[in-house]
């Protein structure tokens, strides 16, 4: 094997339920359910696991404010919010957990 190529297998070896999810192909067109699906798993994990740390990111600050946080803050029970912080787009659950908002 040449030294200088890359294999990810090097690196990374998914665990039986990230290589589900890697194998799924989650894909589909405008309208389709892809944020609300993602929305809920991030804040699903950010519950079950207290102190967790997250992102949720869109390429570009407007698809992140208009669809992403738009639907996020729709779903989100306000009863699980300790703090948000619109000038950092930091949201800080009541167990602790903290999602951050970026464009990428």
Known sequence: MNQHQFRLSDYYNPLPKQKLFHESHFMGGVGSGKTTALVWEALMLSLEYPNNYGLIGRYTYPELRDTTMFEFFQILPPAVIK?????????????GSVIIFRHL
């Open 83 to 95: 703090d948000f912080s619109k000038t950092e787009n930091k949201l800080t659950l009541t167990n």
